[in-house]
């Protein structure tokens, strides 16, 4: 099958990884420096926890001209770098597109390409549930397992489910379909925004959290807090454990933040600062339609964080 990831970054490589392996003919769009690593290199991949490296050769696109047909297109980048490229692939001729990552806005992105293009577009919307950064020439995956994938429609199955499954038949990968995905990604936004709220430095560079009592106290509070926001839209957070942890399990969590704040994940991590302001943008916002209080997330801010 003719798939095209559009994004080489972190996971937009692990993804072409994945789907290089499981036979497919595979398409990486990629700009600069990193078009020509891929071309002369392939998919460099160091995997972290199986203590082995992969080396993929993909073709390599530097852009999506109109007339280039795929049959599957993942566009797998920040959140705040959809909106460049939805306008390129409204105008390409495919139409089944998976957006990967996170996403406080998938209804407007799937109206834009909807809206704008001469062709039917069928959108999806997914999650690739793991980690990583750029390490020089090659990425650093903390990925475990064979890998999955939250992904769903926003409007019922997703119409093109049997080429997704054709895609990931020969790669050890699973596709967790979720009737929500919208409300996935929203729920996947609180917590993520709450820790990475605290973990910038001046330099917009990811650091550890400072993990004091006060700070994650603050941080499971405003957690909470973003629960109840999304509770006055109407979305109960998924998954539910999420929520329960949250709430009923404090000091549980507080252990589990305060390991996080202790172990150096971030050296094993790529943080953008760009994507955590595009998503303090989102939730103040719905903050802001909602009218709920946010005491914790506010002092959170003022006293921990970057974030205006
Ligand atoms: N990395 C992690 O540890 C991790 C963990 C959990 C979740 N996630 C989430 O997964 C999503 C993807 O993250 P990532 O780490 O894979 O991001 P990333 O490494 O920054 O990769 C994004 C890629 O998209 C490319 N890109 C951006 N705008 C483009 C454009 N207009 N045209 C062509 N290419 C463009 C970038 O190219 P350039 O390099 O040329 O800018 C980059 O290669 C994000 O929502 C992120 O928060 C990441």
């Known amino acids: 099958m003719k798939i095209l990831v559009y994004g080489a970054g972190v996971l937009g490589s692990q993804l072409a990884h994945v789907l290089v392996r499981g036979g497919n003919d595979v398409t990486m769009l990629a700009r600069g420096q990193r078009a020509e690593e891929l071309e002369r290199d392939g998919i460099v991949i160091r995997h972290v926890f199986q203590f082995k490296t992969t080396v993929d050769p993909v073709q390599v696109a530097r852009k999506l001209d109109v007339d ?12 705040n770098d959809f909106p460049s490229v939805l306008p390129i692939l409204a105008d390409n001729q495919s139409s089944n597109i998976v957006i990967v990552g996170n996403n406080a806005d998938a209804r407007s992105m799937q109206t834009f390409l909807e809206d704008n293009s001469r062709v039917e577009k069928r959108v999806a919307f997914g999650f690739h549930v793991s980690g990583g950064k750029r390490n020089d020439k090659r990425m650093l995956s903390i990925g475990v397992g064979k890998g999955l994938m939250v992904i769903g429609a926003l409007d019922g199955e997703i119409p093109f489910q049997p080429l997704l499954d054709q895609a990931f038949v020969n790669a050890k990968y699973k ?13 996947h936004l609180i917590p993520i925004l709450m820790l990475n709220a605290v973990s910038f430095n001046e330099e917009r560079e990811l650091k550890k959290p400072e993990g004091s009592k006060k700070q994650l106290l603050h941080m499971i509070g405003a957690m909470n807090e973003g629960i109840a926001v999304l509770e006055a839209m109407g979305i109960a957070m998924i998954p539910k454990a999420q929520a329960k942890l949250i709430r009923k399990h404090k000091r549980t969590l507080y252990l589990m933040l305060k390991l996080y704040s202790i172990l150096p994940m971030h050296k094993l991590m790529a943080g953008s600062f760009g994507e955590i302001e595009a998503l303090n943008d989102a939730f103040t916002n719905w903050k802001k339609a909602t009218h709920r209080p946010t005491p914790h997330w506010d002092v959170l801010k003022k006293e921990f964080s970057i974030l205006k």
């Open 68 to 79: 280039d047909h795929y049959d599957l297109i993942f566009v797998v980048m920040k959140y």
């Open 175 to 187: 596709l967790d379909v979720i009737d929500d995905i919208d409300a996935w990604l929203k729920s």
